[in-house]
């Protein structure tokens, strides 16, 4: 009687144990599930509000480097985008803040000049980075990855990223967007 007791014990426990966890590949069909959900919204807010619009693809270090660039789409069409490199500290190596950073590069581009500097976010629509954000970022192995994916207050596109298990400064890889404007 103990030894089936024990038994009926220890099976209850692995199932429960088990059907407890989330599994990455549960995780990962929530997030797609999030994404479909997002672009959808984004397709909905297209229709009533058009393609014109502004947003800021940024990039950070913990070492207190950054970038942030502004694209600027007009009917669908990138018609400009604004770059600037900084770092928080100073020449000598003082912080000073993100209000009295250190501007290493800038630059203006208009329609006729996109593309004629390297650096910076690629001058895309917000279309281009929902399909770059399910391609190179949310198919990434859930297993060997941590993987983001949020949505600003109108579930519009806001992060989608991933980070490689183990890795400890600088290594997300993919989109993240600050100050969407209509």
């Known amino acids: 009687m103990n030894q089936k007791l024990i038994q ?12 407890g966890c989330d599994t990455n590949n549960t995780s990962k069909a929530k997030t797609i599930a999030e994404y479909r959900s997002s ?16 947003y800021t693809i940024g990039s950070g270090s913990v070492f ?15 018609i400009s985008r604004d ?15 993100y209000d009295y950073r250190v ?40 297993d060997s990855n941590s993987i983001t994916f949020t949505v600003d207050d109108a579930n519009i596109i806001k992060n989608c990223y991933y980070i490689p298990n183990g890795c400890q400064d600088d290594c997300s890889f993919g989109i993240q967007i600050s100050n969407f404007q209509l």
């Open 8 to 19: 009926i014990i220890f099976i209850t426990s692995f199932f429960a144990l088990n059907s």
């Open 39 to 54: 672009l959808d919204a984004w397709n909905a807010l297209k229709l009533t509000n058009g393609t014109s619009y502004s």
């Open 64 to 78: 207190g480097f950054g970038s942030n660039t502004t694209i600027t789409v007009f009917n669908d069409t990138v």
């Open 83 to 97: 770059y600037e490199s900084y770092s928080i500290y100073d020449e000598n190596n003082n912080y000073v803040g």
């Open 103 to 142: 501007i290493y590069e800038s630059y203006s581009e208009n329609s006729e000049t996109l593309n004629s500097h390297d650096s910076g976010a690629k001058p895309v629509t917000i279309d281009s980075l929902y399909d770059t954000c399910l391609s190179e970022y949310l198919s990434v192995d859930a």
